[in-house]
């Protein structure tokens, strides 16, 4: 079964790039979309962006001036990059994968997720 | 972007209770919508896809239902393991986005 695992440090200071990697092991990259998700402190889930295996990318618009996510299918890993960070970044950060069925791409394995915090 | 609406967002229930969940979207999406539970702490875990799938593993207590601009998650026969909160997800088009969540408590 796929396993995903995010990895980074927990701690990034205001203006600093948030930088998080996420490891899949026991299944293939290719032919999937990879997608980071965050949740604030008590608040909803918001989707940041996805990678497909191939290297194409479609960021949530809120974030795209800052975000980027990209894959190494060599070493089974994508990861996401989050520019001139601030308080309001601070969340819970979630690796997934989407398993498309049918035009249907729901998010059926998820990372364990990682807490960063942005503070000085 | 597509807004979600869950109803209500949060409710008391009962093991052996059976509880339904509404999720309303600002445009129709057809068939285009899942449902996660998150346990206190954990990761979202899947649950129902295109509206009315079961995940493969998921109990079959939990069914979904719906198209277009108004969905449901019913549980049956709620368990301990039950008590969670519940979030709808739209994947109509490329910027996915999620109700505000339904936590489900004794």
């Known amino acids: 079964q796929v396993q995903l695992q995010e990895s980074g440090p927990g701690l990034v200071k205001p203006s600093e790039t948030l930088s998080l990697t996420c490891t899949v092991s026991s299944g293939s990259m290719n032919n999937y979309y990879w997608s980071w998700i965050r949740q604030p402190p008590g608040m909803r889930l918001e989707w940041i962006g996805y990678v497909y295996h191939n290297g194409g990318t479609s960021y949530n618009p809120s974030l795209q001036s800052r975000v980027t996510i990209s894959v190494d299918t060599s070493k089974n890993q994508f990861s996401l990059k989050v520019n001139s960070v601030t308080a309001a970044d601070t969340a819970v950060y979630y690796c997934?994968?989407?398993?498309?069925?049918?035009?249907?791409?729901?998010?059926?394995?998820w990372g364990q997720g990682t807490l960063v915090t942005v503070s000085s | 972007d597509i807004q979600m609406t869950q109803s209500p967002s949060s409710l008391s229930a009962s093991v052996g209770d059976r509880v339904t969940i509404t999720c309303r979207t600002s445009q129709s999406i057809s068939i285009y919508l899942n449902w996660y539970q998150q346990r206190s702490d954990k990761a979202p875990q899947l649950l129902i896809y295109?509206?009315?799938t079961l995940q493969s593993g998921v109990p079959s207590r939990f069914s979904g239902s719906g198209s277009g601009t108004d969905f449901t998650l019913t549980i049956s026969n709620l368990q301990p393991e039950d008590f969670a909160t519940y979030y709808c997800q739209q994947s109509y088009n490329t910027l996915w986005t999620f109700g505000q969540g339904t936590k489900v408590e004794i």
């Open positions: 295109a509206a009315s």
């Open positions: 997934a994968r989407h398993g498309c069925t049918n035009g249907v791409c729901p998010l059926d394995f």
